[in-house]
């Protein structure tokens, strides 16, 4: 583990191309990530959050510059061991649950650490200790379908922690919710993350929820500005 923040963008480049013209989502972007800061990604539809966070996490490759995780170099990695690092250190949370839909809500939770190896008794119980942090416990066994949307993102939480990340990282974890749910949603994973210690980059809509973050980050021209 280095002394320094726990995730950084350098000089990040990231594009598409389409028939027409070429879309630049990220221009020589910069970012860190304190360990244990909790930030805000707040950008309109289309700016290029998801592009932001899918780079920052591993799923997509930039097509410049690095991703810095944990003081480790991503960008050099082969597919597999990027792979490794995003079932251990970076949990993900999307707008919609993605839970598996024929397993209960303990077994979801459970799943990523049996990929893992851990034994199933181990994964078992702290399951169900996230679930009950998360307060949803006495949902286990009920599937995903059996639940309400806000259960079903709590449960969607509990498992994006369940191997204790080093990053959260949230594209709209409340967007789908009601104003109240979401609420009670986001305060349960604001607990979840204080107390844990994780660090985590959330995209949100909802100013009010922002608001409540350590710093807010915004997407313009290709560069991640701090904007309070
Ligand atoms: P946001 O999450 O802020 O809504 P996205 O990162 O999803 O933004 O998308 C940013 C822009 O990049 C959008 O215009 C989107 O259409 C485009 N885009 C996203 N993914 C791709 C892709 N795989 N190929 C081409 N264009 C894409």
Do not use: W
């Not at 806000?150 to 994006?160: F, N, S, T």
């Amino acid at each position: 583990m280095s002394a320094g923040p726990i995730l950084q963008l350098t000089s990040v480049g990231r594009r598409y191309n389409e028939i027409d013209r070429e879309l630049v989502i990220l221009d020589d972007a910069n970012f860190s990530l304190g360990r244990g800061e909790m930030v805000a990604l707040v950008a309109p539809s289309g700016a290029g959050k998801s592009t932001l966070l899918h780079t920052a996490g591993l799923l997509e490759r930039p097509d410049s510059g690095d991703v810095i995780l944990d003081g480790r170099a991503c960008g050099s990695l082969s597919d597999e061991e990027r792979t490794a690092i995003r079932r251990n250190d970076i949990g993900f949370v999307y707008q919609f649950h993605h839970l598996l839909p024929e397993f209960s809500a303990l077994e979801n939770v459970m799943m990523p650490q049996m990929i893992r190896g851990m034994k199933p008794r181990v994964a078992s119980e702290r399951a169900q200790q996230l679930l009950d942090y998360m307060k949803v416990g006495a949902r286990a066994s009920h599937r995903p379908s059996e639940l309400s949307g806000g259960e079903q993102q709590r449960v969607a939480i509990a498992r994006a922690v369940a191997n204790a990340p080093l990053v959260l990282l949230a594209d709209e974890p409340t967007g789908n919710l009601d104003p109240v749910t979401s609420s009670y949603v986001f305060e349960a994973l604001e607990a979840l993350v204080r107390q844990s210690g994780l660090s985590a980059m959330i995209a949100t809509h909802n100013h009010e929820l922002a608001r409540r973050m350590d710093r807010r980050v915004t997407l313009k021209d290709g560069k991640i500005t701090t904007v309070s």
